[in-house]
């Protein structure tokens, strides 16, 4: 059943230790405290389990020979997800989501790199040990990856990260996801499946416009002056998109580190806020610019579902007929909403980067670095030639910085 034969390990421990089982006891230098190892031995074998065991802990890895409290991580091989649950059902462990569950993809990628892997690497190792398979059946399982993935990448708050972490738990629809009671879920993704239909239905220009209205409303209540600005795929003209971007800044001197934290706590009040997580301002100066092409910026940002009220059709003789009680029908919607907060003096340069599109964004940077020998980023231009940050009060000025023709937002959905 052996797959994997490693003579050297076998051969040192004999000389070690004079006999065929290790000590398991015996202690390696243990590098990665934060990873606590079980192999599930069903399916595998006993001799194999006792060489992967010795084989991690040689490289710095704890593992327990025993299921205790303290597992984090727990690895099968040839087994599926509803085996391994089973199987664990049957050691008492009724919450598996204290553990990570893995494939033994996963511990061949850390045995290999001599280190825990991330998810990414996961996954690509995943496609070498596909590589043994024949293209039809690679390619039919990566078409049932790929239509997983997008579902699962189209709630709000799920990343690839863990649409992979579910995939290998052997789920493949959202019906799946929902079902599995194990799951824990976070704020966002509880909020992403609570809203899913409306989140993954287009916001209209309309509706944009109308929640436009409200964040000016609300933001000019704590701050007059301010300069609240859509951007996004609406600036460049789209009709629809998928959130609102708003770009909020005060001009002159005065600044409010607590707008986003009033703004939200007046919606809440108001009843309209359905969930939001703020991200504080993470801008250092001496951090700019980025020579990331693809950097997250460094404002405080705030990520939102808005609760938008929406007028009922009037449509009394259909709903007479039909029998409905109107105080049934759901006259909101949910939407997605992105508040993000600029210093005046960075404003131009955060409208250009939050109007994207991202391909011209990432074209514009990689221009500047490449052409002009400067670096761009949402909230600077900086000249390594001339070592110095070239200041704007809007778009045109950074254009003609950028030595370029100024191009209109509507003409930017590279
Ligand atoms: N952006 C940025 N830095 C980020 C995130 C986004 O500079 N960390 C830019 C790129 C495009 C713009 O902000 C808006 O982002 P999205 O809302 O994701 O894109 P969109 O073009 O508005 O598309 P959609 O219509 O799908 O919302
Ligand atoms: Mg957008």
């Not at 511990?107 to 596909?130: H, N, Q, W």
């Not at 824990?184 to 109308?210: H, R, W």
């Not at 670095?369 to 000025?397: Q, V």
Request: net charge positive.
């Amino acid at each position: 059943m052996d797959k994997i034969r490693a003579p050297a390990v076998f051969s040192q421990r004999k000389r070690q230790k004079g006999i065929h089982t290790p000590n398991l006891t015996c202690s390696y230098e243990i590098k990665f405290n934060e990873f606590v190892i079980f192999i599930i031995q069903r399916k595998m074998g006993r001799t194999r389990r006792i060489f992967l065991m010795e084989l991690a802990r040689r490289k710095g890895f704890r593992v327990e020979s025993e299921l205790s409290d303290s597992v984090t991580h727990i690895v099968a091989e040839n087994n599926s997800y509803p085996e391994v649950m089973d199987w664990l059902r049957g050691q008492g462990v009724d919450d598996s989501s204290r553990f990570e569950l893995l494939d033994i993809s996963w511990f061949t990628a850390c045995m290999e790199a001599g280190r825990p892997v991330d998810s990414e690497v996961k996954y690509r190792l995943m496609e070498i040990i596909e590589e043994g398979e024949s293209s039809r059946a690679k390619e039919v399982l990566n078409d049932e990856r790929y239509k997983s993935f997008k579902q699962f990448t189209s709630v709000f708050g799920v990343g690839v990260k863990t649409s992979e972490k579910w995939y290998r738990m052997g789920l493949r629809t959202l019906e799946e996801v929902k079902a599995d009671k194990t799951l824990k879920l976070s704020k966002m993704q509880k909020a992403g499946f609570l809203y899913y239909e409306d989140l993954v239905s287009c916001v209209s220009k309309a509706e944009a416009d109308a929640v436009s209205l409200i964040v000016r409303n609300t933001v000019c209540t704590f701050l007059p002056d301010a300069l609240v600005t859509i951007t996004g795929g609406f600036r460049r003209g789209k009709k629809t998109g998928h959130d609102i971007d708003f770009l909020i800044t005060n001009p002159g001197p005065r600044e409010d580190d607590e707008l986003l934290h009033k703004v939200v706590g007046l919606w809440k009040k108001q009843g309209l806020l359905l969930y939001c997580d703020i991200i504080e301002s993470t801008f250092l100066k001496e951090q700019i610019p980025s020579r990331k092409v693809d950097a997250m910026d460094n404002f405080q940002k705030c990520f939102a579902i808005l609760k938008l009220c929406q007028p009922r059709v009037d449509n009394s003789s259909y709903n007479t007929s039909k029998n409905i009680d109107m105080a049934e029908v759901k006259d909101w919607k949910a939407i997605r909403v992105d508040l993000i907060i600029a210093p005046f003096e960075q404003y131009a340069y955060a409208l250009l980067g939050w109007t994207g599109s991202r391909q011209f964004g990432r074209d514009l940077r990689r221009y500047a670095t490449h052409e002009k020998k400067m670096i761009l980023d949402n909230h600077a231009l900086y000249d390594r030639k001339k070592r110095i940050f070239l200041k704007a009060g809007s778009e045109e000025e950074i254009f003609a910085h950028l030595g370029l023709d100024y191009v209109e937002p509507w003409e930017r959905n590279a």
